[in-house]
Every structure is written in structure tokens, then in C-alpha cells.
């Protein structure tokens, strides 16, 4: 198994505020994803990133894949409310299986 | 709405007992994928199948099994149930269940063990 470590674990933050989570590993992957989770529901696809160096725009959020392709951030510009949640990334590499990360759990408060 | 569905959303029930969750994929979706998520240990990969054969196993229990039906559908059956198996399992679908498909997550059901 290719572990996947996320960090922070835990952020609490204000409406407004900048943040970045990061995604980091030993082993290579083809391709890295960031999912949402949010209390009692499934985690939900943010972003794919498959090429080292790719930096990707949704909205607020940006999204990076290291230049090896072992690490991945992602930076949440003016935080709102509605960004809380439990951000996940999840590696793939040959199999088909995703490995994920245990989480980083965000909390923005007005 | 993911058009990924899972029953029962809740399930609560005592050591030593079977349980069967049921997972049906969006509509078109070939592949089936099962997770348990827990606290200590975050999302982990169980097991795969696409158009009804197993094709990848990951850090499933010999307690464990699933199955996917002729008409997609998977049942995942988990016995002589343990407190350590409470967790939230979800199911996701792919279109092909390949390495860069998306998968689509279902809302999970919840497993309670006293």
C-alpha cells in the first residue's frame, strides 16, 4: 500500500483567511485526486492532476501536483463557510485502486 | 445526488451477526468499488469488480465477501461481525474501472456493532 500523509489534520480557521493542504509521499503516482467530504454524505471529486508540475483552477481552490508527481497542495483562497469540510486526496498509480489520505478536516466559521 | 445508491443508510447490530449491504452504480457504470472508512484508519480500499467479475482486492477480511449481480448491483456481505468493524462503507462506480476513471460515491451506510 502507497501511504498518502496529509497535513494539517485539523484546521479552524475565519471567513476570509488563505490556507493551503498538503498531500505528500514516497512513491509515485499517474495521477492524484482531491476529493470533499462532508458530514454523512460520500466524498466528492474536486480535481484530477495527472501531469508533474500541473496546477489546476476551480474557483477559489488551487490545486498542484509536485513536479516527481509524489505531492500535491491545495490552497483555498478567501475561505468561506461553505469550504468546510473533510479534503481528501486519493493517489493511482498502475492498479485500480485508490489510495487515500486520512483527511485534512477544515473548519471555516463567519 | 452522485446516482450512486446504498441501503440501509444506517445498520446496528451485535457482534457475531451477517449483515448485507447493498450498493447499485449510476446508470451505465460497469465497475463497483467498496470502502470502509473509520476514524483511525481514514478511507481503505476493499474490493473491485467490473461487469460482474472481482477485479482488485485491497485490505478486505476474509470475514468479508461481495458480489456484483447480472444486473450490476453488489452486495457486500460482512459475518461473525466484530466491534472493530464499525465504520461508515460507502461504494463508488466508475464507467470502465479503470486507473483514470472517476469514481462516484454513494452516501454510505453506517455499520454499528454492540
Known amino acids: 500500500t502507497q501511504l498518502l500523509e496529509q497535513s494539517p489534520q485539523f484546521l479552524s480557521i475565519q471567513e476570509g483567511e488563505n490556507l493551503t493542504v498538503y498531500c505528500n509521499s514516497s512513491s509515485v503516482f499517474s495521477s492524484l485526486q482531491w476529493y470533499r467530504q462532508e458530514p454523512g454524505e460520500g466524498p466528492v471529486l474536486l480535481v484530477t492532476?495527472?501531469?508533474?508540475?500541473e496546477v489546476k483552477k476551480l474557483k477559489r481552490l488551487t490545486f498542484q501536483f509536485g513536479d516527481a508527481r509524489k505531492d500535491s497542495s491545495l490552497h483555498i483562497t478567501a475561505a468561506q463557510p461553505g469550504d468546510t469540510g473533510l479534503y481528501l486526496c486519493a493517489g493511482s498509480n498502475s492498479g485500480y485502486a485508490l489510495n487515500f489520505g486520512k483527511g485534512t478536516s477544515l473548519l471555516v466559521t463567519p | 445526488d452522485s446516482g450512486v445508491t446504498q441501503t440501509p443508510k444506517h445498520l446496528i447490530t451485535a457482534t457475531g451477526q451477517r449483515v448485507t449491504l447493498r450498493c447499485s452504480p449510476r446508470s451505465g457504470d460497469l465497475s463497483v468499488y467498496w470502502y470502509q472508512q473509520s476514524l483511525d484508519q481514514g478511507l481503505q480500499f476493499l474490493i473491485q469488480?467490473?461487469?460482474?467479475?472481482?477485479?482488485a482486492k485491497g485490505n478486505i477480511l476474509e470475514r468479508f465477501s461481495a458480489q456484483q449481480f447480472p444486473d450490476l448491483h453488489s452486495e457486500l456481505n460482512l459475518s461473525s461481525l466484530e466491534l472493530g468493524d464499525s465504520a461508515l462503507y460507502f461504494c463508488?462506480?466508475?464507467?470502465?474501472?479503470?486507473?483514470?476513471?472517476?469514481?462516484?460515491f454513494g452516501p454510505g451506510t453506517r455499520l454499528t456493532v454492540l
Open positions: 463508488a462506480s466508475s464507467v470502465r474501472g479503470s486507473s483514470t476513471d472517476t469514481q462516484y
Open positions: 469488480y467490473y461487469n460482474g467479475e472481482e477485479r
Open positions: 492532476v495527472v501531469t508533474g508540475g
